[in-house]
Antibody
Framework: EVQLVESGGGLVQPGGSLRLSCAAS????????MHWVRQAPGKGLEWVSY????????SYADSVKGRFTISRDNAKNSLYLQMNSLRDEDTAVYYC??????WGQGTLVTVSS | EIVLTQSPGTLSLSPGERATLSCRAS???????LAWYQQKPGQAPRLLIY???SRATGIPDRFSGSGSGTDFTLTISRLEPEDFAVYYC?????????FGQGTKMEIK
């Protein structure tokens, strides 16, 4: 069974940093492209970042470019999102997703003073 | 960036009725790489349709997708009580992999 479990969310002050992790199981992680998608409270879905299976292709939404860094460790079956210079508007549930078909349950990031 | 515009914003229907949801793209979607998701409160999105018209595993056949280029449609042939939720389209042909703003389906 495919499982994606996000962790690392929490409360952080504006300007702070946070690192999200996504632990994958039930499939060959190194074969799949991965995404981070977020959803602000009461709002719609916003695609955040993409990384190809071998990390050769990476892309970001303009809203996070230069502040967020996506990475993966295929040996550890893990996906990461390093978030720096956090802003109030980054407050959201962050989901990791395998391609388009499988999503984790999300981890809440709250940016507030 | 491809902007996806969903309509209507809210759809009020009764169980048993037919629902038609629209997703219009600002540019042609590469290879019809268009997906539809259903999301219920407190849950992650669930994939319904991929490649514009292919049903995902385990999705009932009352859900169908159609369209190409810039105009796409999700149709639910006969609404069941569990279908009342928010629906999103997403294009995954070209980065940034944008979502529509969503259509909320509510019980009339």
């Amino acid at each position: 069974e495919v499982q994606l479990v996000e962790s690392g969310g929490g409360l952080v002050q504006p300007g702070g940093s946070l690192r999200l992790s996504c632990a994958a199981s039930g499939f060959t992680f190194s074969n799949y492209n991965m995404h981070w998608v977020r959803q602000a409270p009461g709002k719609g879905l916003e695609w955040v970042s993409y990384i190809s299976s071998s990390s050769t292709t990476i892309s970001y939404a303009d809203s996070v470019k230069g502040r967020f860094t996506i990475s993966r460790d295929n040996a550890k079956n893990s996906l990461y999102l390093q978030m720096n210079s956090l802003r109030d508007e980054d407050t959201a549930v962050y989901y990791c997703a395998r391609g388009i078909g499988y999503w984790g349950q999300g981890t809440l990031v709250t940016v507030s003073s | 960036e491809i902007v996806l515009t969903q309509s209507p914003g809210t759809l009020s229907l009764s169980p048993g009725e037919r629902a038609t949801l629209s997703c219009r793209a600002s540019q042609s979607v590469t290879s019809s790489y268009l997906a539809w998701y259903q999301q219920k409160p407190g849950q992650a999105p669930r994939l319904l349709i991929y490649d514009a018209s292919s049903r995902a595993t385990g999705i009932p056949d009352r859900f169908s997708g159609s369209g190409s280029g810039t105009d796409f449609t999700l149709t639910i042939s006969r609404l069941e009580p569990e279908d009342f939720a928010v629906y999103y389209c997403q294009q995954y042909g070209r980065s940034p992999f944008t979502f529509g703003q969503g259509t909320k389906m509510e019980i009339k």
